[in-house]
């Protein structure tokens, strides 16, 4: 909740991530995914706002969160950005869910195995039955606390990546610490903050 260029980050969020597209056979729609606890509720009031549905879920078992998330909504697919990723680039949100539809695949990324894109700019795509499947075998807690490193590192889970041409890995546009706000701040207003 945050305030970045004159609004809360997470609306910053959702604003992009709403305008994250698939072919036009598929509805593509905004759920905010916030742990079950009375810190989310800002971001639910805010969620509310805008017009945006919501799902609270466990706390630290985010895999399990998302996975009831996707069964309470009757998903097949999910898009995963992050709260803290303001300048999520929905077209690249899109590059990665048309990807994963195209091809049939079961995961997509635009960070794994090799990341080109800033941080922040992180997105992934991945099938209801490759969520099931980490959430059904995943046990280790890092895999159930951060969703998708099972899908990443199990061969049998069919997987690409969505990369540009020119590297710019060492960028971080995420807001993790007070202090970031006030970096991405003057770089909006420096104008030297390059995404769309």
């Not at 997987?159 to 909006?188: F, G, M, T």
């Given at each position: 909740m945050a305030i970045l260029d004159g609004k809360p980050v997470i609306e910053h969020v959702l604003e992009r991530a709403r305008s994250i597209r698939a072919s036009h056979n598929y509805n593509v729609e905004t759920i905010v995914v916030v742990p079950d606890t009375d810190e989310s509720e800002p971001i639910i009031a805010h969620a509310d706002k805008m017009g945006i549905s919501n799902f609270c879920g466990d706390e630290l078992n985010v895999l399990k969160r998302y996975y009831d998330c996707a069964i309470y909504f009757g998903f097949d697919y999910v898009v995963r950005v992050t709260g803290d990723c303001p300048f999520i680039d929905p077209k690249v949100g899109s590059e990665v869910l048309q990807l994963l539809l195209w091809?049939?695949?079961?995961?997509?990324?635009?960070?794994?195995?090799?990341?080109?894109?800033?941080?922040?700019?992180?997105?992934?795509?991945?099938?209801?039955?490759?969520?099931?499947?980490?959430?059904?075998?995943?046990?280790?807690?890092?895999?159930?606390?951060?969703v998708t490193p099972w899908?990443?590192?199990?061969?049998?889970?069919?997987?690409?990546?969505?990369?540009?041409?020119?590297?710019?890995?060492?960028?971080?546009?995420?807001?993790?610490?007070?202090?970031?706000?006030?970096?991405?701040?003057?770089?909006?207003?420096g104008q030297e903050l390059n995404v769309k």
């Open positions: 091809r049939k695949l079961d995961y997509v990324s635009n960070t794994y195995p090799k990341r080109t894109y800033p941080k922040g700019l992180d997105v992934e795509a991945f099938t209801m039955d490759a969520l099931e499947a980490a959430h059904k075998m995943a046990t280790d807690p890092y895999d159930r606390e951060h899908l990443k590192r199990t061969k049998e889970v069919r997987k690409a990546c969505v990369q540009q041409k020119e590297d710019k890995s060492e960028l971080n546009y995420c807001v993790d610490y007070p202090e970031d706000i006030e970096r991405l701040e003057k770089e909006i207003k």
